[in-house]
């Protein structure tokens, strides 16, 4: 069985919803023998005076290293109010607020690093919004303007690609397409990283996510792979096609992510990856031991050899 020497897990979306119980988790997920880092969502808003903010630096301090901060919940939250927010506007004044977000997100992350003493997070993934009226120029010059402030803060900057506008829709996200962003990140040399189920809304072919890592290994501009699902039907998870984090389809039948996608997804990168993560939900009433077991199976398909 390949090991990785780094598996971020997106905690948040398979974590218990009282306090005690997300402590409990965060102590099972350090002491799994397979995680690594995690993948905080972050709204923008923290500072380091933030009692969660504070509480979550001690959850993770000692105990997890080189793991990803997403600003998607935030994007997601500005776009509801503000269609022309993001770092791939047109707009002038939303490209402005997008850079200005991602800002603050670089700032508050390098703070949560000097809280916790070590290199807890290594990297920040933002993306292509807005949707639908995105432009590469206007990616392309805002990476330009970013990549040196992460640069500052000791922090990579990472593009994660989310569903198209021009997918099979609708879509959720509908951000720029691969090609495109590919296109963006070439003069900063900016990597991307696949989200299985994104890149599966997307396009609604389990074989998409594979075919787009070696698109970026070919490109150079590969980043990591998050394996996530996504299926044609309504789930206690969420509707049909949406971008619902479906746990394995051993757990959840209807989710298109088997264990023989995943390690196909994870073969594509031919060890060029720079993390591999899992972001899945789990049942609401599920104890702590079956959501780290839901975590692993996808791990066990992840480190499970394929011929590609």
């Known amino acids: 069985m390949t090991r990785f ?27 799994s023998g397979f995680v690594t880092g995690i993948e905080v969502p972050w709204l923008g808003t923290a500072s380091a005076d933030d009692p969660d903010w504070r509480r979550l630096a001690g959850q993770l301090s000692g105990r997890f290293r080189g793991g990803v901060v997403t600003a998607i919940p935030g994007t997601m939250k500005t776009l509801a109010h503000n ?5 791939g506007s047109t707009d002038s004044a939303g490209r ?27 990297r920040v993934a933002v993306h292509s919004a807005p949707s639908r009226t995105a432009r590469v120029d206007a990616l392309r010059e805002s990476l330009a ?25 609708p879509g959720e996200k509908e951000f720029l397409t691969l090609d495109e962003e590919i296109t963006a990140c070439a003069d900063t040399n900016t990597p991307i990283t696949i989200n299985w189920g994104r890149s599966v809304v997307e396009s609604h072919d ?3 996510p594979a075919k787009q890592v070696k698109q970026l290994k070919e490109a150079g501009l590969l980043g990591g792979i998050m394996c996530s699902g996504a299926g044609p039907a309504a789930t206690q998870y969420g509707p049909a096609w949406a971008d619902a984090h479906l746990p394995l389809s051993t757990d959840e039948p209807s989710s298109w992510m088997t264990p023989d996608k995943v390690a196909e997804f994870c073969a594509a990168t031919a060890g060029a990856a720079v993390y591999h993560g899992i972001k899945i939900q789990v049942p609401k009433d599920a104890d702590i031991e079956t959501r780290i077991g839901m975590l692993r199976s996808v791990y066990s398909a992840m480190t499970n050899p394929v011929e590609t």
């Open 145 to 169: 303007e970013l990549v040196p402030v992460a640069d500052s803060y000791g922090i990579a900057l990472i593009i994660e690609h989310c569903d198209a506008y021009d997918g099979v829709g």
């Open 5 to 31: 020497s780094e598996c971020i897990v997106g905690a948040y979306a398979a974590m218990p919803t009282t306090q005690a119980e997300s402590e409990k988790f965060y102590t099972a997920l350090s002491q």
């Open 96 to 122: 402005a607020a997008g850079i200005a977000f991602i800002t603050q997100v670089l700032r508050n992350t390098a703070q949560l690093n000097d809280v916790t003493g070590e290199e807890t997070i290594s």
């Open 206 to 208: 389990v074989d998409k």
């Open 83 to 87: 269609p022309d927010f993001g770092i």
